[in-house]
């Protein structure tokens, strides 16, 4: 089966999307055969009003922490790390279309390649929108307030669409990490002047799978083509997963027990000063 567009905006309207900003995190391989490729996926979602929020990931502006600024318990071995650490000396900026695709695909590829999107200030983890309320998203995001975009996203009533996608890929679920109590991880990227700056992000999120009991009740699904849909409001979403992990601060952990990111987080993350 070959999915268009008009298959997309179907799935739009059924699922109760239309006219509502919409994170998207998705496989584009998950559908089978989408005519026009990923571009058709954004098309079908803007031609319903949507606004299409992704994440838009971008390791090549990665600088070393400073010497003064190393907070522990911040899920990183400092040593192991400046071993292998390369410096670039690239800057970011928001209109540089990079961003490491292997982690996040080919929709926030094609996204972040279109002319009238809008990518946030965070030169790691920045977000991307396009649409009507794509300013409104991105307005917030900076190096130390890295999730504001799915708060704007909560705030305006969107929603977090997986598509042939786990929990696991939800970045809603960092900022669940951060309202449940936890100060979320520090890194570095070369600022504009070239010096280090710190920014705030995500860790392991293989974990968030464990969340599945919480959160897939409310959840609407659908598939189109061969690619299985779950829908979830994302205000709600978030109050439900910063619940549980107040609840039990473990139940992000991965399962692996060699992971500092992991171990660190369910401590309640960096110390910070």
């Known amino acids: 089966m070959n999915v268009t567009s008009a298959m997309i905006s179907n799935a739009v309207q059924t699922t109760g999307l239309s006219g509502h900003p919409v994170c998207l995190h998705a496989s584009l391989r998950s559908f089978g055969w989408v005519e026009g490729g990923a571009q058709t996926v954004i098309d079908g979602l803007l031609s319903e009003g949507c606004t299409v929020l992704v994440y838009t990931l971008s390791f090549a502006f990665t600088s070393a922490p400073p010497p003064e600024r190393r907070p522990g318990q911040n899920g990183i071995d400092y040593a192991a790390y400046l071993s292998s650490y390369v410096n670039s000396g690239r800057v970011y900026s928001p209109d540089t279309q990079e961003l490491d695709r292997a982690m996040v695909g080919a929709i926030p590829a094609a996204v972040v390649a279109m002319p009238e999107r809008i990518r946030g200030n965070h030169p790691r983890a920045s977000f991307t929108a396009v649409g009507p309320l794509a300013s409104r998203l991105i307005a917030g995001q900076s190096a130390l307030d890295g999730f504001?975009?799915?708060?704007?996203?909560?705030?305006?009533?969107?929603?977090?669409?997986?598509?042939?996608?786990?929990?696991?890929?939800?970045?809603?679920?960092?900022?669940?990490?951060?309202?449940?109590?936890?100060?979320?991880?520090?890194?570095?990227?070369?600022?504009?002047?070239?010096?280090?700056?710190e920014v705030e992000e995500g860790g392991c999120s293989r974990g968030f799978v464990r969340l599945e009991s919480v959160l897939s009740p409310s959840a609407t699904t659908c598939r189109v083509g061969l690619s299985n849909w779950r829908v979830f409001v994302a205000g709600a979403t978030l109050e439900a997963a910063a619940t549980a992990i107040r609840r039990d601060p473990t139940i992000t952990h991965c399962g692996n027990p060699d992971c500092s990111d992991c171990r660190d987080a369910a401590l309640g993350g960096?110390?910070?000063?």
């Open 270 to 273: 960096p110390i910070l000063n």
């Open 148 to 197: 504001s975009p799915l708060r704007a996203l909560a705030r305006a009533r969107g929603f977090v669409v997986l598509m042939g996608v786990g929990l696991d890929k939800m970045t809603l679920l960092h900022l669940a990490e951060k309202q449940a109590g936890r100060n979320l991880f520090r890194r570095w990227a070369n600022g504009a002047e070239g010096a280090p700056v």
